[in-house]
């Protein structure tokens, strides 16, 4: 057991220009898995708004990302900010949920002793994609890879499955389109590209960054293999 280990955990998903947020699949999921995790003490949660998950081990930060409290100690930290083009309203906003705060946090947390982070990326990303949202993604990621970890896992997931509902999140009809085509035709479809389900991305990224080693990759198929 590693019972002094700490892992900061940040979860959050900024909506409409900032002015509303909640706790996405793969976050909340992410932060479940933290919670049960018998070698963790203790999990700091940073967000616009503290989660709707009360437990011993969690300490909810409400914080500014734009301008970033000292940060507490921990070992390990995990990335999993985001938002889209359609619901932050322009680029400059998505550009600052998905890059500016996810760097910030990542540079905080490094310099409150994290020496290992994992975050959620998405298939496609690349610095020199056309298409903005992939650019970014792959921005971000080439950001961190610049940073001294000892162990950075990079989790790059298909479109993510889960049940918003129960998060209490409004439903997306393309994503319920798209799940049901998945699910009758999947085998057609290329596996770094079927949806996948938060739990999976979130259990891959949580077993794989305690050992990371390096960086490391992982691609939407191979995750849904773990």
């Keep these: 057991l590693r019972p002094q280990q700490r892992r900061l955990g940040r979860v959050g998903r900024l909506l409409h220009g900032l002015r509303q947020n909640f706790f996405g699949r793969s976050q909340i999921t992410a932060l479940q898995c933290l919670l049960a995790d018998q070698t963790v003490a203790v999990v700091h949660c940073l967000g616009r708004k503290s989660p709707a998950i009360a ?14 409290p000292e940060l507490p100690h921990a070992d390990e930290v995990y990335l999993a900010l985001g938002t889209t083009i359609k619901v932050a309203g322009s680029q400059a906003t998505f550009r600052a949920v998905d890059y500016d705060a996810s760097l910030a946090v990542a540079k905080a947390a490094m310099a409150a002793g994290a020496k290992k982070a994992g975050l959620v990326s998405a298939m496609g990303a690349d610095v020199n994609s056309k298409v903005f949202y992939s650019r970014v993604k792959g921005e971000l990621e ?46 057609l479809i290329p596996a770094n590209y079927r949806p996948i389900e938060a739990a999976a991305v979130a259990s891959a990224l949580l077993s794989a960054v305690p050992s990371a080693k390096g960086l490391q990759v992982l691609l939407s198929g191979v995750m849904q293999q773990r």
């Design 55 to 68: 437990h011993p081990k969690l300490i909810a930060h409400v914080v500014d990302f734009a301008c970033l």
């Design 142 to 187: 080439d950001a961190l890879t610049q940073l001294p970890w000892m162990g950075l896992i990079i989790a790059r997931p298909s479109m993510l499955e889960g049940n918003r509902a129960a998060l209490g999140q409004p439903t997306r009809r393309g994503e319920e389109w798209a799940s049901a085509f998945g699910k009758l035709f999947g085998f």
